[in-house]
């Protein structure tokens, strides 16, 4: 299958030659990586008899990578004269998709232009997420097999913004989507797709290159997108590929969001069991339940009201949102000092949601500290 950008370099004249066999060769020159002062030509085989060549710099390959490196330090004049010749430079075949090394090259050279998903920087722009995870997993997969480490490194820094390790830094991000939903829907657009990385190519991705880190939450967000099976066109809907998943992929996905479901709903249930508690400021009735804790029930009923079906696909987003409202609680209802607990209580609900989603998506392989922040950082 070719990429949009096999298909731009296709579109470009090619220059034919025969080959020494009389074959007719197509080779295709990179309009963007063909410097005039280039000491060296890489080529990839685009199709059958048709190649894509980049002019481009040994010192610069041979300082970003210690493979390329190992290539042209000492038998460097073996590999000039033995080499096959485009334009009298010598030639260095790499077996990758055109693509890939396309946007390789191109982010070495330009690196500036390669970051082009900035989730927690503004303006939001329609669409920003659109391509993404796509347009970095050929930069990434050739960083690590020519060994560019900066490169490698820059691209999985991107990869753990999209997919932050702390709650902190997921709740931030979530801030801002739903900012960027709300924009998409007051323009009528119901395919909130691009308003969030895609998910289930991030988890193939991430699985292929070793990416551990960022799994639990792109699990967890692909359980937010796959349980809505039906998009509704008037409410906003997300779409998933789930067909690059495995299928061990899907059992973890499966089991996952059964844990995280019970979890949850034993964490909510179980709100009404912390009170009465020292901090009261009620005077408590001998043989009576606590003032404070009849009106709890009767501002967690109305909250519980909402607990069914799709709104349960995001529970560390519905505890958010519930430890956001507690201050809303009338105090002549619940004191104060029960109101603290009732919100330090859901916040502790969530974070254990939080650093238990490793456990639950079945990813044991990473630190048991995974999720867990050494400082404590105020949001709400
Ligand atoms: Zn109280």
Redesign the pocket.
Known sequence: MSSPTDSFLSSKRPRIHKSTSGDEIKTYESPDLWFEDGNIIIRTVLHDKAYTVYKVHKSILASHSSVFLDLFDGPQAAFDTASERYEGLPVIGLPDPPSDVNDFLKALYFPEETHCHRPISFPFLEGIWKGFPYKYLGILHLAMKYDVAHLREYMLGILRDAWPQYLFDWDYLQKHTEDLERAYLRRECFDLSFAHPEPARTIRLAMDHNVLDILPIAFYDLVRVHEVIAPNPHEGFRRADLSVLTADDLRRLTQGRGALRGKFLEGINNLLIV???D????VPVPGKS????A??RKWWDAQLGAVSGPSVADPIGWLREKVGICDDIPHDE??????R?VKKYLQTVREDLWTSLPEFFGLGLLPSNWGQETEPKLWF
């Open positions: 009170l009465p508690h901090d009261c400021k009620w606590s003032p404070c804790h009106g709890l619940v004191c104060s000092g029960c109101t607990v």
